[in-house]
């Protein structure tokens, strides 16, 4: 009969699934899962927003390479003009804020919103360098003129309305 040796495996001998960093001007460890090319999911509540923005950003040039007819309705990919005024916004919007959802109409209009607790706020680029808004409440509704993206503010009602999402 032979004897079979059994190799017990330290912990420190095995791979880990996720990926710790210890950061030496912390005490705190930081951890972040990996999930493809430089994305990973952090465990603060602002970095996590921070996440929410790569995601979205993702999800803004995935509209440009849709083909047409995408939607079975004839949908065109967003065009380039709204998809540029949509990261031009994005790159503006203060850490406060959440990341918004973004979607995209047949006409290749790129809009985000966003929605909590019954608010609803919505944000649409024509592509004419400009954007506009609605907002609902119960029976508060608003809607905006098209506001210029050419300044380098975004419009003070139009954060108004976001500081109520």
């Known amino acids: 009969m032979s004897a079979t040796t059994e ?27 990996t999930f493809g090319a430089h994305r990973s999911l952090p465990p603060t509540h602002n970095q996590s927003r921070e996440f929410g923005m790569y995601r ?39 850490i406060r804020f959440s990341a918004p959802v973004p979607m995209l109409a047949g006409d290749g209009e790129i809009s985000l919103f966003w929605k909590k607790d ?12 400009t954007y506009h808004f609605i907002f609902q409440y119960s029976q508060e509704q608003f ?14 009602t139009l954060i108004a309305y976001m500081g109520r999402i």
């Open 118 to 129: 019954g608010r609803y706020l919505e944000i649409s680029f024509p592509g004419d360098n």
């Open 56 to 94: 979205l950003i993702d999800k803004l040039h995935s509209y440009r390479s849709l083909y047409k007819d995408w939607d079975g309705y004839g949908g065109e990919p967003a065009t380039y003009a709204s998809w540029s005024n949509a990261l031009e916004f994005v790159s503006r919007l203060a």
């Open 143 to 156: 809607a905006s003129d098209d506001i210029s993206l050419e300044g380098n503010y975004l419009d003070d």
């Open 7 to 33: 190799r017990r495996t330290s912990i420190a001998e095995l791979q880990p699934a996720f990926v710790a960093r210890r950061s030496e001007a912390s005490t705190f460890e930081r951890t972040s899962f």
